[in-house]
Nanobody, 118 residues
């Protein structure tokens, strides 16, 4: 059974930092692409960052240079380091896993709220 559990969200002032975590069970990072999505009020869910099973990373244009996606394969945990946060980064952040071999195998976490406000 696959389970993705996000943590690390909260309220932070503009310019601040947060580190999100996604504890994964039932998936192996060597055969899954792992992604972070963001759902902001009134905006369609958007891809924030992704890391392939081979370690290739990509970022949404709005977060390039500020966010870093990484994994700890020993702990089966996905991270998103977010620096220089802006009010427009506010939203619910979701962890996502997509199987390399079967794209019907896609899983979502429950989300963690990030609010950037002074």
């Amino acid at each position: 059974q696959v389970q993705l559990v996000e943590s690390g969200g909260g309220l932070v002032q503009p310019g601040g930092s947060l580190r999100l975590s996604c504890a994964a069970s039932g998936v192996t990072f060597s055969t899954y692409a792992m992604r972070w999505y963001r759902q902001s009020p009134g905006i369609q869910r958007e891809l924030v960052a992704a890391v392939s099973s081979g370690g290739f990373t990509l970022y949404g244009d709005s977060v390039k240079g500020r966010f870093t996606i990484s994994t700890d394969n020993n702990k089966n945990t996905l991270f998103l380091q977010m620096n220089n946060l802006k009010p427009e980064d506010t939203g619910v952040y979701y962890c996502n896993a997509l199987s390399d071999w079967d794209h019907a195998r896609v899983y979502w976490g429950q989300g963690t709220q990030v609010t950037v406000s002074s």
